[in-house]
């Protein structure tokens, strides 16, 4: 069975500081990892999916890593801000499964403060 | 409305109520997902529908029973829970990838349940 880690499960980093956020996976046959962003109470913002023939994927600040053979994907965040305090997670589609079905790791609740 | 919207967003409930969760998707996928998140744990997958058929049941207590009535609505009906069912429940939508691998999860902003 596909398991997810994260670490660490808590970050908190001064304003500007780079953030690097981790995951590793024990299964390497996947479809895609994906990064999401929740805020307290709240649902998961979809930030970046790395398809598995892809290494990374950038938007804005950030970039995602994808090492499929190791089983590894690195969230790094440029300059952090406050507002991205947040909990950080991500999830694995198995090639042996269909429609979706997402492991998530428990995430990384990630605090900026200014 | 945009995205996927869920009602209510807090309901709290006792053990014997029945009550139902509303998921709906303004994307125009096909396909939607019940999750479960309990306070420090990653998110279970409940149920898949896809185009209205449900495609998967991880394993799920009958006392939750999912309805999915055409592909812009989803509901969870409760019945007789637990206090250990309190969590965040997560709806979430996509759209078929045909096998390409470009499968992404638009999610609701969940209902927070507790179960006294």
């Known amino acids: 069975k596909q398991e997810v880690t994260q670490i660490p499960a808590a970050l908190s980093v001064p304003e500007g500081e780079n953030l690097v956020l981790n995951c590793s996976f024990t299964?390497?046959?996947?479809?895609?990892l994906q990064w999401f962003r929740q805020d307290p109470g709240k649902g998961l913002t979809s930030l970046l999916l790395i398809q598995s023939s892809q290494r990374e994927q950038t938007s804005g600040r950030l970039n995602a890593s994808l090492d499929k053979s190791s089983g590894r994907s690195t969230l790094y965040i440029a300059a952090s801000q406050p507002g991205d305090s947040a909990t950080y997670l991500c999830?694995?589609?198995?090639?042996?499964?269909?429609?979706?079905?997402?492991?998530f790791g428990a995430g990384t609740q990630v605090v900026v403060t200014p | 409305e945009t995205g996927v919207t869920q009602t209510p967003r807090h309901l709290v409930m006792g053990m014997t109520n029945k009550k139902s969760l509303k998921c709906e998707q303004h994307l125009g996928h096909n396909a939607m997902y019940w999750y479960k998140q309990s306070a420090k744990k990653p998110l279970e997958l409940m149920f898949v529908?896809?185009?209205?058929?449900?495609?998967e049941n991880n394993s799920v207590p009958s006392r939750f029973s999912p309805e999915c009535p055409n592909s812009s609505h989803l509901f969870l009906h409760l019945h007789t829970l637990q206090p250990e069912d309190s969590a965040l429940y997560l709806c979430?939508?996509?759209?078929?990838?045909?096998?390409?691998?470009?499968?992404?999860?638009?999610f609701g902003p969940g209902t927070r349940l507790t179960v006294t």
């Open positions: 529908y896809s185009l209205e058929e449900r495609v």
């Open positions: 999830a694995v589609w198995p090639e042996r499964d269909s429609w979706g079905k997402f492991q």
């Open positions: 299964d390497s046959a996947i479809y895609n």
């Open positions: 979430a939508s996509s759209q078929d990838s045909g096998g390409t691998g470009i499968l992404r999860q638009y």
